[in-house]
């Protein structure tokens, strides 16, 4: 008989009802003026709204997503280890309710980011490694298994979703970086388009956007590179066609649009970090009992219902990264900001 042991993500579905018409808005960390960041905008705004759904908004219905030469390769196969106690998001919601800086500080970027050019993409694996190598994108889909985990997504700024992410193992990624022993940290670097992310000329951020993880938490079996979604290959505002995801940290650390990722030996600082280390530092890893400096991490809403549930330490996925940390110094890491 196989006796299969219970992960704490796979809790039973619960009664709650499944995502219906609502599409919100989400406003993350919109800066009230240009200039010098903090120091003029007194940090960044949470809040959180429900408007009317945008038209033809869907996954997969950007122009940039019809001409995915990947989309024959969705659906792929769900890995039923991985689920989630709470109804899965609607994709609506999902893909027209996005944070990609890239393209704008509102929320509705979806639109803007349809003309993202998903090819050719390559991503550059470089630094400590046996051998650098630039690989294209739909090569690396050909050599990684594709399958589908449902995941909860927490925002720093208090909401949550529950996303079928379609994609691969990051260790299989590390497996083909081959990174050298030297290699302490892996840095991810977006994209820069400038001819159609507009949200470049901000010059006050500073790009590229980046970020990175432990080699551990890398080669952690939740740390996963999404490539699709709902099914579908990742719409361009999802983070098309290579994005981050980690589910146990804040949702700013899961990078979107991917071109290179390195192996490095000194810890790099982050996008957010490098805007505010107070607010939004290299760990982030989610628990409700480390406020945000500016607002309480304890509840989250759930984002299309009306629901207000109680945050979970690692957002959920204690039991299986809690001892990546085991070793630090939670006096001096801040292993939860
Ligand atoms: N990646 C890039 N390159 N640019 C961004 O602005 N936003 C981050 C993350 N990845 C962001 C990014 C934030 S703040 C969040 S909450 C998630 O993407 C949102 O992912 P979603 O739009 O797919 O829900």
Known sequence: MLIK???TWELPETATTPEGIYRQRRQFMQYAGAGSLLLFSGGVLAGCGEA????GAAAGESSSAINDPSAGLYPVPRNEAFQVARAITDEN???TYNNFYEFGSSKTIWSAASKL???PWTVAIGGAVEKPQEIAIDDLLARVPLEERVYRLRCVEAWSMVVPWSGFQLSHLLKLAQPLSS???VRFT???QPDVMRGLRASWYPWPYQEGLTMEEAGHELAFMATGIYGKPLPPQNGAPLRLVVPWKYGFKSIKSVVAIDF???RPTTFWE?????EYGFWANVNPEVPHPRWSQASERVLGTKEEVPTQLFNGYAEEVAGLYAGLDAQSERLFM
Do not use: D, F, G, S
């Open 274 to 278: 490098a805007i505010a280390a107070n």
């Open 5 to 7: 042991r219970r992960r």
């Open 264 to 266: 490095v030996e000194q």
């Open 183 to 185: 290699a302490r940290y």
């Open 93 to 95: 919601l999902a893909t």
């Open 117 to 119: 050019k998903l090819r």
């Open 52 to 55: 009317a759904p945008p038209a």
């Open 190 to 192: 977006t994209a820069e």
